[in-house]
């Protein structure tokens, strides 16, 4: 079965700092990890990691992809109240196109 | 701008009563999915449809029913609701295809089944 595991589940931090959330997965024919952010209802699209080593990077946000040791970070710098949201991360299952998320890391980030 | 629309934001139920969610996207996508999404448990797959009147189980459809008539319609049915399926349900859509498996999501419904 497909598992994809995120850490923390929340975090509270100060407007400034820099955070890291984690995800880790264990996937078969592993193609892709996804990262969304959702700060009302909808979750919207962040990045989409094939390649290990290659950070993909959009703002203050980056993440990395490491294949050999099964996991993905997302880095958020300066962090702002704006930044406060659940960010999930997925992986699509073998020969589907459906996701398996995470539970997700609830980020608080407070002035 | 790509749209998945979801037709109520918020909706009360009685146990019992047949529900009908409905989800639309305009981006010509094959494919379309239906999540519920609870505290601690995270996004979980009910059903997926990757063609008109093509439809998968996901995860947990026990309780639950879909129907595409058109490609751009998604409807969820609960046929008898109860109240463990007060949840926040969310809409996707992608394209169909193996190199990008980004999902586009409605804005959800929140079902409170009394």
């Known amino acids: 079965e497909d598992k994809v595991v995120q850490s923390p589940l929340s975090l509270v931090v100060h407007e400034g700092d820099t955070v890291t959330l984690n995800c880790s997965y264990e996937?078969?024919?592993?193609?892709?990890l996804l990262w969304y952010k959702q700060e009302k209802k909808a979750p919207t699209f962040l990045f989409m990691l094939?390649?290990?080593?290659i950070e993909k990077k959009s703002g203050r946000l980056s993440s990395i992809l490491d294949k050999k040791e099964l996991f993905s970070i997302l880095n958020i710098t300066a962090t702002q109240t704006g930044d406060s949201a659940i960010y999930l991360c997925a992986s699509p299952g073998a020969g589907s196109y459906q996701l398996t998320f995470g539970k997700g890391t609830k980020l608080s980030v407070i002035p | 701008d790509v749209k998945v629309t979801q037709s109520s934001r918020y909706l009360v139920k009685r146990t019992g009563e047949k529900v009908f969610l409905e989800c639309v996207q305009d981006m010509d996508h094959e494919n379309m999915f239906w999540y519920r999404q609870d505290p601690g448990l995270g996004l979980r797959l009910i059903y997926f449809s990757y063609d008109v009147k093509m439809k998968e189980k996901g995860d947990i459809p026990e309780g639950y029913s879909v129907s595409r008539e058109k490609k751009e319609r998604f409807s969820l049915i609960l046929e008898s609701a109860s109240t463990n399926q007060t949840s926040m349900y969310l809409c996707?859509?992608?394209?169909?295809?193996?190199?990008?498996?980004?999902?586009?999501f409605g804005s959800g419904t929140q079902l409170s089944v009394l």
């Open positions: 996937v078969t024919n592993f193609r892709s």
């Open positions: 996707a859509s992608s394209e169909w295809s193996a190199t990008n498996e980004k999902l586009f």
């Open positions: 094939t390649s290990s080593g």
